[in-house]
């Protein structure tokens, strides 16, 4: 007997008929998977309403014909350079008209980059990725960052950077030195991008994922949710990541950290809006899953403040990555002691970094 004893089933006539099921999936008929760069915003919008258990469901199943249930990417995240961005991204207290007391610092030195890579390969991670708080970099910074990418590769890790915008030319410096991932963050729909940033637009940023993947780097790009936006604008976020050519290798989902003295955190601070409700974040987990089968989704900020059933819950739904340590870029993670326990207790292990970089590293 269970130890929850004798559960009553409902009679059949106690059953709500649950709405109509007829959405689309990423799965044919035989459980194939199917990668689809067609969706429309109609049939996203279908995912999301979906009955909660339907959803997840769906997304496991996904999950499970793509990936292998169970495992889950380390990833660290280092701030190279701190402060000071002159763009005006409404959640970032790094960007310099932010008031959040945060002080602006130089770009780091390559030894120290390097040091901070091998603690996070000694803790588990599989890939290191290193941010600068730039509009975009300066010619005068891509030898030091050259030499970042070469040293964590020659460490066996993945490399991942983050720079703001990049041309063609520096697209391709980036590729011959080996990187990776290059994250650039779509942020939210097209409709609600302009309500939190005004510096640079929707399409810079779809034109700086185009030179990252016509120059062979891997695409990292996902987006925050919990910045005040619709049920629309997060289908219009989702739509715009599944319709691009190819999608993200690496989709981050972050919930916003609204951080006072920033634009959002002061604007949503002590009202409903300060947090997202933790279904609908599982939700735009499950839809982006099922939309991106073979990407990995990764659970990113504002995972501090997620309670760990709502964070099983994620990864039942299909996110296989995380952040690991202490400290994302410049706010709180849940930490290496917290990820160890939610690990143990929900039976999860860490994903091995990809066969296909060791091949890279023995070709060199
Ligand atoms: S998100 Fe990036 S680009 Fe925007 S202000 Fe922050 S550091 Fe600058």
Not at 270 to 282: H, N, Q, R, S
Not at 316 to 344: C, M, P, Q, R
Request: glycine share 8%.
């Amino acid at each position: 007997m269970s130890d929850y004893g004798t559960v009553k089933p409902f009679a059949s006539s106690e059953v709500e008929k649950r709405p109509d099921q007829n959405v689309s999936t990423s799965l044919d008929t035989n459980g194939e998977n199917i990668v689809r760069n067609d969706w429309t915003r109609e049939e996203i919008a279908a995912l999301f309403d979906q009955p909660f258990d339907d959803l997840v469901f769906q997304a496991a199943t996904v999950h499970r014909a793509n990936h292998k249930a169970g495992e889950v990417q380390l990833s660290t995240l280092l701030s190279i350079k701190t402060g000071g961005c002159p763009e005006d991204c409404g959640y970032c207290n790094q960007s310099a008209g932010a008031k959040s007391g945060l002080k602006a610092e130089k770009l780091l030195d390559v030894r120290t980059v390097l040091q901070s890579a091998a603690q996070a390969k000694d803790r588990g991670s599989s890939r290191f990725c290193m941010g600068a708080a730039w509009r975009n970099p300066k010619n005068r910074d891509m030898p030091a960052i050259i030499e970042m990418i070469k040293g964590v590769r020659q460490m066996g890790m993945e490399t991942c950077m983050t720079l703001g915008m990049l041309t063609k030319e520096q697209s391709e410096m980036l590729s011959e030195a080996g990187l990776d991932y290059y994250n650039h963050n779509i942020d939210t729909s097209p409709e609600h991008y302009e309500k939190v940033i005004t510096t640079r637009t929707f399409g810079d940023r779809l034109e700086t994922l185009e030179n990252v993947r016509n120059s062979g780097i891997n695409v990292c790009s996902g987006g925050i949710v919990g910045m005040g936006e619709t049920r629309e604008d997060r289908v219009g976020f989702v739509h715009a990541l599944a319709t691009l050519p190819r999608h993200p290798e690496s989709v981050p989902v972050n919930a916003l950290v609204p951080v006072k003295g920033t634009v959002l955190g002061d604007m949503l601070a002590d009202t409903p809006l300060a947090k997202i409700d933790d279904i609908e974040f599982v939700r735009t987990i499950a839809v982006a899953r099922i939309t991106m089968p073979a990407s990995m989704v990764r659970l990113s900020a504002g995972r501090e403040s997620m309670s760990e059933s709502t964070q099983a819950l994620c990864f039942l739904a299909g996110a296989n990555s995380i952040f690991t340590g202490d400290k994302l870029l410049t706010t709180g993670n849940a930490g290496d002691d917290a990820d160890e326990t939610l690990f143990a207790k929900l039976g999860l292990v860490p994903m091995a970094a990809e066969q296909r970089d060791c091949a890279l590293e023995a070709a060199e």
